[in-house]
């Protein structure tokens, strides 16, 4: 079988109707995507602002909006941590923090975020919890250059557990 001069040409203009029509739809689903997108970040940088002017009933609202629709954000969960561990419910602010475990293992490897994580869990009462993770930064020997008493704090933390 053999194909004609003008059948290469309807196959050749078929193809490129096909990649321009792609084009056109990635185009306007990117465009609704970049929409949303700047609308989360919106609310999320919202909520940061918030939460540092001291407003934390209301940055909490904003970053549950970003949640409903970022629920697998591993920086909206964080936030949302932190936000609800300084409004006082730290049983939901561990549940964040080890969603984003969940989300990135690697965290581990983050001093900060470990002591928080271990603060929260001392906070929450989640005692063998909190146990796991101040021990993991005692023996990593983790120090912060703006929290020199990184290590002496984690021995703290411990000791309030072991006398409980």
């Known amino acids: 079988m053999t194909v004609t001069e003008s059948g290469k040409k309807y196959i050749l203009s078929g193809i490129i109707a096909f990649i321009v029509v792609g084009l056109i739809v990635a185009n306007v689903l990117a465009g609704k995507q970049d929409e949303e997108f700047m609308m989360s970040e919106s609310l999320y940088n919202q909520a940061v602002q918030l939460q540092a002017n001291g407003d934390l009933d209301s940055a909490e609202l904003m970053i549950s909006e970003v949640l409903k629709k970022h629920p697998q954000s591993e920086v909206a969960n964080y936030v949302a941590g932190l ?30 975020f470990m002591i928080q994580l271990g603060e929260i869990f001392v906070g929450a009462e989640k005692y063998e919890e909190a146990k796991i993770v101040l021990l993991r930064c005692q023996e990593s020997q983790w120090t912060l250059e703006d929290f020199p008493n990184y290590q002496e704090h984690i021995s703290t933390l411990l000791a309030q557990i072991e006398n409980l």
């Open 83 to 112: 936000i609800t561990a300084q409004n006082g419910d730290l049983k939901k602010a561990a549940i964040y923090m080890q969603k984003v475990l969940v989300i990135n293992p690697h965290k581990v490897e983050d001093p900060r």
